[in-house]
């Protein structure tokens, strides 16, 4: 399954950063609720040594971070129909996250959608399925999960654990869309001719909904070659 994460335009009038060598920050949302979550943009330096904040327009630096998916102890949450499409994958499976990323300082990419890690599903937990203990005995477990972190947030929540070795964030972003123009000209994000072709997928990318999955082996053998999956 592939799905869209990270900071956007559509939530706080910006993208996270690629840079010229093809690496790139992963800026995750910022948090709109009420949280235990301390972190914001301004606290956190990315993989440059520079804070994240440095990336982001002004209005949008000292918000707390909304961190889904973390990729520390390999968590991502969701509710509602994301997280119902969640809830198909099973054990072994991957969930691939792309994020929209914008050049800095430089011309060599383009701004678009890249493939930026994955997790190999280790266990989905069901909270709606959930005992009272067993909520408690989770929330402690993936206490590292923003769902978490947010007070009263559990209710229908489906958290999804990757396999810490066989989970990552990527070192260069992956490029997966093109940019086209609807019937009104305006643009949008698609998957690339190439990517149509490896993957077996087409049509728009903007937003995870509908959710995109890859089930032909040849296709997902095609995957694991282009993320590097070992």
């Known amino acids: 399954m592939l799905l869209r994460v990270g900071i956007d335009k559509g939530t706080d009038g910006c993208l996270a950063p ?3 060598d093809g690496t790139f920050e992963y800026i995750p949302l ?23 904040s440095q990336y982001l327009p002004e209005k949008v630096k000292n918000r707390k971070i909304h961190f889904d998916p973390e990729f520390e102890t390999f ?9 119902k499409s969640i809830l ?6 991957l969930l691939v996250f792309y994020a929209g990323l914008t050049p800095f300082k430089h011309k060599l990419y383009d701004e678009a959608l890249y493939i930026i890690g994955y997790f190999t599903v280790w266990e989905i937990v ?15 477990r993936y206490f590292n999960n923003p769902h978490i972190k947010r007070k009263n947030d559990l209710d229908d929540l ?11 964030l990527l070192d260069k972003a992956i490029l997966i869309s093109k940019k086209r123009l609807n019937k009104i000209g ?36 095609n995957l694991l070659n282009l993320i590097g999956y070992e």
């Open 18 to 20: 690629i840079f010229s």
């Open 30 to 52: 910022s948090e709109s609720d009420e949280t235990d979550e301390n972190r914001t943009y301004g606290s956190i330096k990315g993989c440059k040594g520079i804070c994240l």
């Open 75 to 83: 968590t991502y949450g969701d509710k509602g129909s994301k997280a």
């Open 88 to 93: 198909k994958l099973n054990k072994g499976d």
């Open 126 to 140: 069901d909270f709606k399925n959930c005992s009272n203990k067993e909520k408690e005995k989770y929330s402690k």
């Open 158 to 168: 489906v958290i999804v654990v990757g396999d810490k070795n066989k989970s990552r």
């Open 186 to 221: 305006r643009t949008y994000h698609a998957v690339s001719k190439d990517m149509e072709e490896l993957l077996g997928i087409k049509g728009s990318i903007q937003r995870s909904i509908p959710p995109r999955f890859i089930e032909n082996k040849e296709y997902l053998g």
